[in-house]
């Protein structure tokens, strides 16, 4: 039911950060780390310990013999003493993905606020394509967390400067907020108030992640915040600056994505905790966010779990999107489950299970849902919903598949809610327009739209013509 680039595929590079917690690790004294080459980071494998060996006793330099020097490193054992300046030479001479990703690790898990800089600029130019830009944005929260003043700087200025992967969406300063939030919040959280960059949305994603990585209670806490802040300032006129949020959140609002993000951190804690958690939030949108996130993770894990869970919230506005999640997982392979468990719930919930269930049925098979609908009792709770899904899956195009506007208009035709019904006929009829601009004309005046409504499809039809090319001035079927 979500779109893939919810949220967390944004931060899906993250995860690579995990390899690196995999090792055991021990860092060498502060005297042996003052100066960037001469940084040894001690990393114990699963073969025999080389840790008092020099790196130039078990590593080559890269040169004339290409990548025979990188693949000697994994040869060697993660067992040894590697200075920053071979680790950074064999990392960027490894053709294997896996050794790649394990010098990098180890690399990551040696900086610090002395050889950061110096780190950063021998990757300038250097990393290239989506997982040059994701190893970047993994070093940028390295750096966060030792530094996350100059690590800011050196990210804003990449930004504006046109240096490294991720320029332009941001990625390196959300890569460095994630990393300082998760050591000093206060301060990332005084930066990130103090841009007025239009990207500070999507920034604050990274620092909400760094938060919600070591302390969700104060993540959702912060988020609370954002969201009074952006209430208050849309009370006073705001409202315009409250949607630049574009493409990343909904209507605008990236505190619904924010507190995702904290579900996420929550569900590593259990299901159970979670469910727990979610439910002691104030009612409200953020709540909702919660419910839907943790309902996501819930129905893949523990279907019947998920549906008792649910129920129990099913006559609250915040648990709607829940109980869809839920209706979406059961529609799937069994709809007729997912409408027998819609029966069990209050009418608001059951009205949302039919939406959705018959909407995918409908995609799935067209005869098998209309069957269904057709045998409901006219005033059946949810039925206006399930028509109106079963009409709207007839109209809009989806995989290919072929729309049936006519079809969609006559089952309009029967929903009792009044909005409802001319909201889905204006769809059907515009939809029908585009395929059969004489036909729809013939129908219009019968339709049960009113004058001004009939009127409204033809001068969109105008604007639109046909297949769909908006502002053309084409009318039906002309040129």
Request: aromatic share 6%; hydrophobic share 40%.
């Amino acid at each position: 039911m979500k779109s893939p680039l919810a949220t967390h595929a944004i931060w899906a590079a993250v995860a690579a950060g995990a390899f690196a917690g995999g090792w055991a690790v021990n860092r060498s004294s502060p005297e042996t780390t003052a100066k960037s080459d001469k940084v040894n980071v001690n990393v114990s494998g699963g073969g025999a310990s080389a840790l008092g060996s020099s790196s130039s006793n078990n590593l080559k330099a890269p040169g004339a013999e290409g990548g025979a020097a990188a693949a000697g490193s994994l040869a060697a054992g993660f067992g040894g003493q590697r200075s920053a300046t071979v680790l950074l030479a064999d990392y960027l001479a490894a053709d294997d993905a896996v050794e790649r990703n394990a010098l990098f690790a180890q690399l990551l898990l040696g900086v610090d606020a002395d050889n950061a800089a110096e780190i950063y600029e021998s990757l300038q130019g250097k990393l290239t394509g989506f997982e040059g830009g994701r190893d970047m944005n993994l070093f940028f929260q390295a750096w966060g967390k030792v530094d996350g003043a100059a690590a800011i700087a050196a990210a804003t200025e990449g930004e504006g400067g046109g240096r490294g992967p991720g320029r332009g969406r941001g990625f390196n300063i959300g890569g460095v907020l994630a990393g300082w939030a998760s050591t000093d919040p206060e301060a990332a959280k005084e930066w990130i108030a103090a841009s007025d960059s239009d990207e500070k949305q999507f920034w604050t994603m990274g620092l909400v992640n760094g938060l919600a990585g070591t302390d969700p209670n104060a993540a959702a806490d912060y988020v609370f915040e954002l969201a009074a802040a952006e209430q208050a300032r849309a009370a006073e006129g705001g409202e315009e600056q409250e949607r630049r949020g574009g493409p990343w959140g909904r209507g605008g609002d990236m505190t619904q994505r924010y507190m995702e993000i904290v579900a996420d951190a929550q569900l590593k804690n259990g299901v159970s905790a979670a469910s727990s958690w979610a439910s002691t939030l104030p009612d409200g949108d953020l709540k909702s966010a919660a419910f839907d996130q943790i309902a996501e993770n819930f129905v893949s894990t523990d279907l019947e779990g998920a549906k008792a869970w649910i129920a129990e919230h099913a006559t609250s506005d915040y648990a709607q999107r829940a109980v869809r999640e839920v209706a979406e997982q059961l529609g799937r392979d069994d709809p007729q489950t997912a409408l027998a468990w819609a029966d069990t719930l209050p009418d608001t919930a059951k009205a949302s299970v039919m939406s959705e269930t018959v909407g995918r049925w409908t995609r799935d098979d067209p005869q098998a849902a209309s069957t269904y609908v057709q045998g409901m009792a006219s005033d059946a709770p949810g039925r206006d919903n399930a028509v109106q899904s079963l009409a709207n899956a007839l109209i809009f195009e989806r995989d290919g598949e072929k729309r049936d506007p006519e079809a969609a208009a006559i089952w309009a035709s029967t929903i009792n809610d009044e909005e409802m019904r001319t909201e889905t006929l204006t769809n059907a009829a515009r939809s029908w327009m585009r395929e059969d601009a004489a036909a729809a004309a013939e129908w219009l005046p019968t339709s049960g739209l009113n004058a001004e409504q009939q009127a409204a499809v033809i001068e969109s039809a105008n604007q639109r013509g046909p297949g769909g090319d908006f502002g053309r001035g084409r009318g039906p079927g002309g040129r």
